[in-house]
């Protein structure tokens, strides 16, 4: 009895000396309510953020102890050395009590004696191009060269001006956005420094000019998205360097010439938005070694050629193929019925012409079929089953030389604006003009970005594209 009591003890005793060890350890490291900040610190970032929110705005009196026991909304603190330095700011109205801009919102100089600040980031801070247009100035950011991993703009449409080539020394940098702002000018071929980047995302400004091939030299790059701007020239990156890359999007610009043959290197790309550009030259070869690809958009360019070059085949991953208005020509081959997760097919606005193959009704998760607007003939070998699941994302109008069976017209589920073959001599003119022209207009109104857009697809919704910003981002933030 005795001799276990002692062992109970001894236990104890061993648990009371680890616990107390542990409680020391975790107050060394830990406890922050101890860890002091640098005047200096604290009052260039209660200096940095009065230049965004106003003068109204006294740090000292709101938040004594920035990092401690009175956190600003949006500001983050890291230990360096046992002191507190910011890490992290993000400026803009995110949640009710976030930092708001001011209308006369600036830069002030101030930001720029944050020595440990990992990620900057403003939503809807600068928003008056009229009243307040803001720059931002090529002064400084070398001050960020060693510590800045993230800085974004996130609709900031009175962030006008150029991008600064002082941007080219933030070279720890892993993730720039500018999203929706003003900016404008070229890309400065600087970016092509930032060596670490795994997220580029220039989209909805007004840049022009070429793509600078040093973008080439960008390895670790795995999202790429300078949509929606006034890019021209032709795309002379170097794709070869740029293997990581997960997401291409340049759809609406300016961008011409022949799609590189490089482009079929990116075996790991999920996503190839090329859509509304002046891309001409035919579909090149190598787009069938994507074998990644789930999304492949390149609509709205005169690319002319034929689907047949392509071994459609070795596509396994594909979801989303649109080729629409792309001035394609010959016939629809069968081996697009081989992409087993095909569930969006547009070949409309083309001058497709031939039989449509009716073993595309048995891709297994298609939900839509655009086959308007070409020359297809002869009769449609779907089923009423088929046509009654699609619905209107079956869409085959303007083929005048196109019919479905007869025997549908008894049910409810004739394609849109499609006649019923006429067995008799004069076939394809068995239907009444009036029924004709008012479900083509009907069809007319709309085009695929809206149709697609109301599916839920991620190409044009942003939903899509914004999670995998997101997950990319908290992926870059935390990793
Ligand atoms: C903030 O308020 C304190 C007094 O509470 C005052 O001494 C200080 O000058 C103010 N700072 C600014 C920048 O207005
Ligand atoms: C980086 O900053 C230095 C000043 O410290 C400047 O001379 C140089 O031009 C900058 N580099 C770029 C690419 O802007
Ligand atoms: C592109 O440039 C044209 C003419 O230079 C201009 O009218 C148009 O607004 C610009 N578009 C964008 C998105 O900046
Ligand atoms: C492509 O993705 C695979 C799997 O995620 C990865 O192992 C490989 O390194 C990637 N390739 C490149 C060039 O990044
Ligand atoms: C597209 O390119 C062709 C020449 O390839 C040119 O004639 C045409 O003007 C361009 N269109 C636009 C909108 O830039
Ligand atoms: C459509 O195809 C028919 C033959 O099937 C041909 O006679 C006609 O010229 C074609 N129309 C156009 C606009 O290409
Ligand atoms: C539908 O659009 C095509 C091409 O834009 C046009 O030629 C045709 O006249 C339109 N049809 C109707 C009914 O509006
Ligand atoms: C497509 O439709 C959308 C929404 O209806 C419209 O904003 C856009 O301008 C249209 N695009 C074309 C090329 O007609």
């Excluded at 401690?68 to 009710?96: E, F, K």
């Excluded at 047949?308 to 394609?328: A, C, F, R």
């Excluded at 308007?372 to 070998?381: A, F, Q, S, W, Y």
């Excluded at 239907?431 to 599916?455: A, I, P, R």
């Amino acid at each position: 009895m005795k001799e276990l009591l002692t062992t109970i003890q001894c236990v104890f005793l061993l648990f009371l000396y680890f616990s107390n060890v542990f409680v020391i350890c975790t107050d060394e490291i830990v406890d922050p309510s101890l860890a002091p900040m640098e005047k200096t610190e604290q009052e260039a970032l209660y200096s940095a953020i009065q230049g965004f929110v106003g003068s109204w705005w006294n740090g000292s009196d709101l938040y004594p102890d920035p990092c401690g026991w009175t956190p600003i909304q949006g500001v983050y603190c890291d230990l360096y050395d046992g002191l507190w330095y910011v890490s992290d700011i993000n400026i803009g109205p995110i949640y009710d009590n976030s930092l708001w801009c001011s209308p006369s919102a600036d830069f002030s100089h101030h930001l720029f004696k944050l020595k440990h600040l990992k990620a900057l980031s403003f939503f809807s801070c600068f928003t008056s191009p009229n009243q307040n247009p803001v720059t931002i100035s090529n002064l400084r950011w070398e001050k960020f060269t060693h510590s800045l991993e993230s800085l974004e703009f996130r609709l900031n449409p009175g962030l006008i001006g150029t991008i600064p080539t002082s941007f080219g020394n933030l070279t720890k940098l892993q993730s720039l956005v500018l999203l929706e702002n003003g900016l404008n000018g070229k890309l400065p071929m600087e970016i092509g420094y930032l060596v670490h980047l795994r997220k580029l995302v220039l989209s909805g400004n007004h840049f022009l000019g070429q793509i600078p091939p040093s973008l080439g030299q960008l390895s670790e790059l795995l999202i790429l998205d300078f949509s929606r701007n006034n890019l021209s020239g032709s795309l002379t990156l170097a794709f070869g360097s740029l293997r990581s890359l997960l997401k291409l999007d340049l759809s609406n610009n300016m961008l011409k010439g022949d799609l590189p043959g490089e482009i079929g290197e990116l075996k790991n790309l999920t996503l190839l938005d090329l859509g509304s550009n002046n891309f001409s030259g035919g579909l090149v070869q190598s787009l069938g070694e994507m074998v990644s690809l789930k999304e492949m958009v390149l609509s709205n360019n005169p690319v002319e050629g034929d689907l047949n070059n392509i071994q459609w085949e070795k596509l396994q991953s594909l979801e989303v193929l649109d080729l629409s208005n792309t001035g394609l020509r010959g016939n629809i081959p069968e081996s697009l019925a081989e992409m087993e997760k095909l569930r969006f097919l547009g070949l409309n606005y083309n001058s497709l012409s031939g039989t449509v193959p009716p073993r595309l009704a048995t891709l297994p998760c298609i939900s839509t079929l655009y086959l308007g607007g070409n020359n297809l003939t002869g009769e449609l070998g779907f089923s009423g089953e088929f046509y009654r699941k699609m619905g209107r994302r079956f869409g085959a109008w303007n083929n005048p030389n196109l019919c479905h069976s007869a025997q549908l017209s008894s049910t409810n589920y004739a394609p849109y604006g499609v006649k019923p073959c006429n067995q008799e001599s004069n076939r394809y003119k068995g239907v009444s003009n009036e029924k004709m022209s008012s479900t083509e207009g009907d069809w007319n109104s709309t085009n695929n970005s809206f149709l697609v857009e109301s599916l839920g697809l991620s190409r044009y919704s942003f939903g899509g594209f914004w999670h995998v910003f997101f997950v990319q981002g908290m992926f870059i933030i935390f990793s």
